[in-house]
C-alpha cells in the first residue's frame, strides 16, 4: 500500500462470492485506466467497537485503514447479507472509522460509492441498509447497485455499468 491516491478501492466485506464479486470490479478497472486496489476487510483483526473502548489506544491497523481508504476517490462496498442487515466485518470497521477525529462523517462525506451484494436472499435488505447508512455519512451511494444471488449471479454488464457510472464521479469538495 503507496501513499500515492488511487482512483478506486474496492471493499471485501466476506471471503466467500463477495470477495470474488470485488476481484471482479478490480479487473474491470484496469481497461478503464483507473488505479485500484482492494481491501479484504475479513483480513482485519479489528475488536468490536464499544463505547467502553472508544477513548482507549486506536486498535492495531485502524489508522493504516483509515488512511488506505482516505487515499482512494471512490469505493465499491461488495458485501453479504447478515440477517437482514450489514455484515459485521463492514458494520464495526464503519463503526471504528465514524469515532476517529472531530467530524464523524468526514471519511464518508461526499465520497462516491457503489454498493454490490452477492447473498443468498438477493441482498436487498443489506442494499437498502447500507445505502441508508452511507448517506447519513455523506457518501454519494450511486443510484444503480448490484444484487445477485448464486441463481442469479452478477452479470459483467452490470459490473461494467456500475464502474462507468462511478469513475465519473468526483468527490465533493465540502
Given at each position: 500500500m503507496a501513499d500515492q491516491p488511487v482512483d478506486l478501492l474496492v471493499?471485501?466485506?466476506?471471503?466467500?462470492?463477495?470477495?470474488?464479486?470485488?476481484?471482479?470490479?478490480?479487473?474491470?478497472?484496469?481497461p478503464r485506466g483507473a488505479s485500484c486496489e482492494l481491501l479484504d476487510l475479513t483480513t482485519l483483526n479489528l475488536p468490536v467497537f464499544t463505547p467502553r473502548i472508544k477513548g482507549d489506544t486506536p486498535p492495531q491497523g485502524l489508522s493504516a485503514l483509515e488512511k488506505q481508504l482516505s487515499r482512494a476517490q471512490r469505493w465499491v462496498i461488495c458485501a453479504p447479507e447478515y440477517n437482514g442487515s450489514i455484515p459485521p466485518v463492514l458494520s464495526n470497521a464503519i463503526a471504528w472509522l465514524s469515532v476517529q477525529g472531530s467530524d464523524f462523517r468526514a471519511l464518508f462525506n461526499g465520497r462516491p460509492v457503489v454498493i454490490a451484494s452477492v447473498s443468498g436472499s438477493g441482498g436487498m435488505e443489506l442494499l437498502v441498509s447500507l445505502r441508508i447508512q452511507l448517506i447519513h455519512l455523506g457518501a454519494q451511494v450511486v443510484g444503480r447497485q448490484l444484487h445477485s444471488t448464486k441463481s442469479k449471479p452478477p452479470r459483467q454488464e452490470t459490473i461494467d455499468d456500475l464502474l462507468a457510472r462511478l469513475l465519473q464521479l468526483q468527490p465533493l469538495t465540502l
Open positions: 471493499i471485501a466485506a466476506s471471503n466467500g462470492e463477495n470477495l470474488k464479486l470485488a476481484e471482479r470490479f478490480v479487473e474491470g478497472a484496469s
